[in-house]
Structure formats: structure tokens, C-alpha cells
């Protein structure tokens, strides 16, 4: 079993900041990669970020400059820093984990429950 416990989130205006931190939890063997994605009503889900255990990152291009996505890998957990936010910005963010839970497992992607990130305009 594998659990990821999001926190942060809310509301807040545009130009203002949140964050949203992310903890995996369970029978974890090694995480290759941690993100955030988001779902707007009515929209598919898209990634925000994502960064791997070496540190390599990428962003959704309409996030670039505004969001930084960081990890600690001892504590198995992510942070998504929001600055500028934007009313589009408005939506569930979802955490993602890409990990394997044994040694020669294949690694495959588990999901968070979702935390609400509105910004008012």
C-alpha cells in the first residue's frame, strides 16, 4: 500500500502565493519521480511539474517562471511553490509519485486525493 497525503492549498487572490506540499508514505522501494498535476472543471488533467530524484525538473510552459517544484528525497515528499498566481491557475491540484514498490518491480504512477487551489480574481 502506498499513500500520498497532500496539504497546503486554498484560497487566495491573483498575484498571491500558496503552496502545496505532498508526503508518500507505505511500501515505497524507490521513487523515480514526483509532481503535480491539475484538473480544471470542464479540462483533461495536465502536468504542472515534476522533478526526479536527481533533481531534474520541467514545467507546464504556462507555469515557468511563477512555480518551483522541489523535493526531499529522504522524507519521500514534494513542494509546489505558486507565486503570481493566476484565476487560470484556478483548480484541483493532484500529486503524482512514479515509484516501484519492490527491487525488480516496475515502477508505475500512484495519485493523491486532490487539494483545491482557487485564486479570485
Known amino acids: 500500500q502506498v499513500q500520498l497525503v497532500e496539504s497546503g492549498g486554498g484560497l487566495v487572490q491573483a498575484g498571491g502565493s500558496l503552496s502545496v506540499s505532498c508526503a508518500a508514505s507505505?511500501?515505497?522501494?524507490?521513487?523515480?519521480?514526483m509532481g503535480w498535476y491539475r484538473q480544471a472543471p470542464g479540462k483533461q488533467r495536465e502536468l504542472v511539474a515534476r522533478?526526479?530524484?536527481?533533481?531534474?525538473?520541467n514545467y507546464a510552459d504556462s507555469v515557468k517562471g511563477r512555480f518551483t517544484i522541489s523535493r526531499d528525497n529522504a522524507k519521500n515528499t514534494v513542494n509546489l511553490q505558486m507565486n503570481s498566481l493566476k484565476p487560470e491557475d484556478t483548480a484541483v491540484y493532484y500529486c503524482?509519485?512514479?515509484?516501484?514498490?519492490?527491487?525488480?518491480?516496475?515502477?508505475?504512477?500512484?495519485w493523491g486525493q486532490g487539494t483545491q487551489v482557487t485564486v479570485s480574481s
Open positions: 507505505g511500501s515505497i522501494f524507490s521513487i523515480n519521480a
Open positions: 503524482n509519485a512514479f515509484l516501484s514498490t519492490r527491487r525488480y518491480g516496475a515502477p508505475r504512477d500512484y
Open positions: 522533478i526526479t530524484t536527481g533533481g531534474s525538473t
